[in-house]
């Protein structure tokens, strides 16, 4: 009998759902399995594939720059760069309840704000579930799901019924649409494209706010839409009014985005709606968008490619497809697929379930790289779990070396961008905060610090100065503080109606 290997333990995945380890596993006798020699030529392949040298980086930077300046000056660009009228700084001082509704990638969430003076605040939450159905059916129906989510959330909440508070009383809402819209007011948005997997239909090009107040209307809901924001920025607002050190917002999540505060003498495309140009206004750069169609500046492999290609979207969000955790473990399952099609990986074994397209969560992606023992147990639960595969200690710390060489690559991408504002706005001297939030910035071990890394090597010593935060809640607390600056705008007469 050849001599086997067992291992015990467990792990517990995103969902909360703890999977037990009890694996035995045969010796490379028993099944064919690559050798050590061959999957550390086969690391070096890939290790020049998707490393980003400092001198690249800084190239990068350069071309995204420029192309943050182009969609400043000029309407309809690739990365839009997309005027959000949101007016500057919150005082701390914005006092009341509002309501704030988040339309993400996964979930949609309905919150209770109440805003205390001083930068406090209170909060009561609830998340509904979207199924990838209403992510893809009848855009009408999706803002009916929503409506009829919020009108439980204030039933639930408010301690009496929606229908018996006080005529004429509404609540002001502050709707998180993380979605490119075009903006010439804050409580109206057409919507460019659909991103982060959805493609409801007869919704682009159309006001989503308009949409949205029908099915308010529909369920006859006491609530105003006040203002139609991005989650990225309503982080940028939350986390200055926590932080004021914070001078730009990043989302590293199912999408990626950033937003920062902009001069409005700058953002020459707006130059006719005769804004005091001595303003300030937050802008939603919408960079996920970066390099599309052309292809000219990021390093893609054709890994990258065919996620490109069999997307929903393809040519589209060229930056995202790199950096977001929607993708990275579609990335690696495609090097492991073309390793199984070589002849190199897991000879003799049915591979079956590994040929489905994103069944690589990226999840799986941080467990790996923070697998704390020497066999490599998580690994090993992954595959046997929830692939039926049996791994070799080699096969297992490739598959860890490629997981952080795909992980690595999208932090100092990711870098990249933060660089770009930072170089166009002028923060590298004195230094500024980055508000930072989505999944992959909170839960996948050592992003942030690559974040770091990759700003020193762009920046060198100064690099230092620019450090990011944990940016608690953007799309919650944030919409709820722009729904209250905007109220009083409009209370004092400075709404901008165009």
Known sequence: MPASRRGSGSFTLTTGQTIAIHTRTHDEEDLPHATKKTMADHLRKYESLFTLTPQRMRMIVEAFTETLELGLNKPNQIVPMIPTY??????????????????????????????????????????????????????????????????????????????????????PLGFTFSYPCSQERIDHGELIRWTKGFGAGNTEGRDVAEMFKKSLEKYQLPIKLTALINDTTGTLIASHYVNPKTKIAVIFG??????????????????????????????????????????????????????????????????????????????????????????????????????????????????????PTDELLMVIGIFTHFFALETTLAER????????????????????????????????????????????????????????????????????????????????VGSAIIAAMTKHRKDAGLYLNV
């Not at 909060?123 to 999706?142: A, V």
């Not at 989510?149 to 609540?171: D, I, M, R, W, Y």
């Not at 490739?398 to 923060?427: D, N, Q, Y």
């Open 86 to 171: 949101v007016f500057g700084w919150p005082t701390g001082q914005e006092t009341g309840d509002f309501l704030a509704l988040d339309l993400g990638g996964t979930n949609l969430r309905v919150c209770l704000v109440t805003l205390q003076g001083e930068g406090k605040f209170e909060i009561s939450q609830t998340k509904y579930r979207l199924t990838e159905e209403q992510k893809q059916e009848d855009g009408q129906k999706l803002f009916d799901f929503c409506a009829e989510c919020l009108h439980t959330f204030v039933e639930t909440n408010t301690g009496e019924g929606a229908g018996q508070l006080k005529p004429g009383q509404s609540l």
């Open 254 to 371: 199912t999408g990626c985005n950033a937003a920062y505060m902009e001069h409005v003498k700058d953002i020459s495309k707006i130059e006719h709606l005769g804004i005091d140009p001595g303003a300030e206004m937050a802008i939603n750069c919408e960079w996920g968008a970066f390099d599309s169609f052309e292809h000219e500046h990021l390093p893609r492999t054709k890994y990258d490619t065919i996620v490109d290609d069999t997307s929903n979207k393809p040519g589209e969000q060229a930056f995202e497809k790199l950096i977001s955790g929607r993708y990275l473990g579609e990335i690696l399952r495609l090097v492991i697929c073309e390793l199984i099609d070589e002849g190199v990986l897991f000879l003799g074994q049915n591979t079956y379930k590994l040929e489905k397209p994103y069944c690589f969560d990226t999840a799986f992606l941080s467990l790996m790289e923070s697998d």
């Open 397 to 476: 710390q490739f598959f860890r070396a490629l997981a952080k060489l795909i992980g690595r690559r999208a932090a100092r991408l990711s870098a990249c961008g933060i660089a770009a504002i930072v170089s166009k706005m002028g923060h590298l001297e004195e230094g500024c905060s980055v508000g930072a939030d989505g999944s992959l910035y909170n839960k996948y071990p050592g992003f942030a610090d690559r974040v770091h890394e990759g700003l020193q090597d762009i920046f060198g010593d100064k690099g230092r100065n620019i450090v990011t935060h944990h940016a608690e809640d953007g799309s919650g």
